[in-house]
C-alpha cells in the first residue's frame, strides 16, 4: 500500500497510519482515504486495461499491487439513453447507469470487492454488517466468494427477498427490531467486542467507500472523456454520492476533465434527513424524527446515531452547486412503473427515486445538459411492495 498516504480525518484533518480504523482518534470523525499524488498524475498509464469492471483502477484503490482481488466481475455496468424520460423532462438528456446489473443486483458490489480484497490483506477473522438488505446481500456473496464467516444485522422489516438471498449465501443473519440506525448500533457494538470487520455502508469502513468511486471513472469513460453536468443519486447516508464526486474530483486533480458535475441527494419524503438540512439551510443534518416508513427501504436512514454521516454528504451537494430533494410515495410508485413500461429497467422503489426527482428539477436542467439517473437496485429484490 505504498502509494496510500494515511487515513485523513475529514473533520479536524489529522492523518492516520492504514489500518483497520473507523472514527478519527482524535475528534471521532468520519475517514478518508488520501493517495500520494503521483498516483493520480499517472492516471492514464495506471488503468490495467487486461483487467474488467473496477479492478481496471486497482492502482487507484486502497489494495496492494501484488494481492488477488476477491470479485465476482463487479462494475462496467451499463448506462442507457432513456428518450422516454427525456421527452417526459423535456430538458436535458437523460441517461440511466444500471448499477442493478451488479453481480448481486446493486452498486454494493463495488464497495464490498474492495473491502473483502483488504479484509485478506489484514487477515480478517471475521466480517459484520448492518443493512437494509442490499448490502447485506453483497457482503454475505463476497464473504462465501472470500471464505470469511460474516453476521448480517438487518430490521424486522427488511425485505423478505433479501433476507432470503442473505441466508442462502450461508451468512448468518440477525433481525433486529428497530430502525436501520438500531442494527448500525447492534453491528457495532459486536464488530468492536469482537475485533470483527466492520463493513455496515455508511462512512464508517474508508477502505469499502472507495470502491464507490469507480462509478465515477466508469461514467466518465462512458461519456468518452467527458463530464456529466448532472449526476443523481439516492441516498440513506449518502456514502456513494460523496465517493462518486471524489471520483471525479481526482479525475480533474490528474488533469483529464475541466469541470466536475453537480451531485443530487434523492430521498423518500417520509424519510429525508439530508433533504430536511438541505432545504431549511442547516449545517449540521440532524435526525429523522417520527415516522420512517417508506416503500424506499434501501434509503430509509433516519440517521438516528450518525447524523454526521448526512452531514458529510450535505456538504458534498453544497461543494459541487448541487441539490437535495424528497420525492413522495406516489412518486416512487409511478417512477419505478414508468421506468418498467417506458424503458424495460425493473428497478427497486429506492432506486427510482432519482427517476421522480426529475420532476423537480426539470425547470433548473438545461436544455443539452447531460443527466446521469444511477440505478442502484433490481426490483426483484423487494417484490412486497408490487400491487
Known amino acids: 500500500m505504498n502509494h496510500m498516504k494515511g487515513l485523513r480525518c475529514t473533520q479536524c484533518d489529522f492523518l492516520h497510519p492504514v489500518s483497520i480504523r473507523y472514527k478519527c482518534n482524535r475528534c471521532c470523525g468520519s475517514l478518508n482515504i488520501e493517495y500520494e499524488d503521483s498516483v493520480f498524475k499517472k492516471f492514464g498509464l495506471l488503468k490495467e486495461e487486461n483487467k474488467q469492471g473496477i479492478w481496471k483502477y486497482k492502482n487507484l484503490l486502497p489494495v496492494k499491487y501484488d494481492v488477488e482481488p476477491v470479485t465476482l466481475g463487479e462494475g462496467n455496468t451499463p448506462i442507457l439513453y432513456s428518450s422516454a424520460i427525456s421527452k417526459r423532462i423535456e430538458n436535458g438528456n437523460i441517461y440511466l447507469k444500471l448499477e442493478s446489473s451488479n453481480p448481486t443486483l446493486s452498486f454494493k458490489d463495488r464497495p464490498n470487492s474492495v473491502a473483502f480484497t483488504v479484509a485478506k490483506q489484514f487477515n480478517v477473522e471475521k466480517v459484520v454488517t448492518a443493512s437494509t438488505g442490499n448490502t447485506g446481500v453483497s457482503v454475505a456473496a463476497y464473504a462465501a466468494r472470500a471464505g470469511i464467516p460474516c453476521e448480517v444485522y438487518v430490521p424486522e422489516?427488511?425485505?423478505?427477498?433479501?433476507?432470503?438471498?442473505?441466508?442462502?449465501?450461508g451468512a448468518t443473519i440477525k433481525l433486529t427490531k428497530g430502525t436501520f440506525s438500531d442494527a448500525y448500533n447492534l453491528a457495532s457494538q459486536v464488530a468492536l467486542e469482537n475485533n470483527w470487520f466492520n463493513l455496515t455502508s455508511t462512512f464508517l469502513n474508508p477502505f469499502a467507500i472507495e470502491g464507490d468511486k469507480t462509478l465515477a471513472y466508469e461514467i466518465y469513460e462512458q461519456f468518452d472523456g467527458k463530464v456529466p453536468e448532472w449526476i443523481l443519486i439516492p441516498v440513506g447516508a449518502g456514502p456513494l454520492l460523496v465517493a462518486c464526486y471524489k471520483g471525479f474530483e481526482e479525475l480533474k486533480f490528474a488533469g483529464l476533465?475541466?469541470?466536475?458535475?453537480?451531485?443530487?441527494?434523492?430521498?423518500?419524503e417520509n424519510c429525508s434527513p439530508i433533504v430536511q438540512a438541505f432545504n431549511n439551510g442547516f449545517n449540521n443534518v440532524v435526525p429523522w424524527k417520527g415516522s420512517d416508513k417508506t416503500i424506499a427501504s434501501g434509503i430509509a436512514d433516519p440517521l438516528t446515531s450518525y447524523a454526521e454521516d448526512g452531514t458529510r454528504t450535505l456538504d458534498t451537494i453544497r461543494k459541487s452547486d448541487g441539490y437535495a430533494v424528497a420525492v413522495s410515495e406516489e412518486c416512487i410508485r409511478e417512477s419505478q412503473i414508468f421506468l418498467a413500461k417506458e424503458e424495460g429497467v425493473f428497478a427497486e422503489p429506492s432506486s427510482v427515486t432519482a427517476v421522480g426527482a426529475l420532476d423537480v428539477l426539470k425547470d433548473v436542467i438545461k436544455e443539452n445538459d447531460n443527466v446521469v439517473c444511477v440505478i442502484t437496485g433490481h426490483g426483484v429484490k423487494d417484490l412486497d411492495v408490487i400491487n
Do not use: C, G, S
Not at 422489516?157 to 449465501?169: D, L, S
Open 157 to 169: 422489516h427488511t425485505p423478505i427477498e433479501k433476507v432470503k438471498m442473505i441466508e442462502f449465501y
Open 257 to 268: 476533465i475541466k469541470e466536475l458535475p453537480k451531485m443530487v441527494a434523492i430521498q423518500a
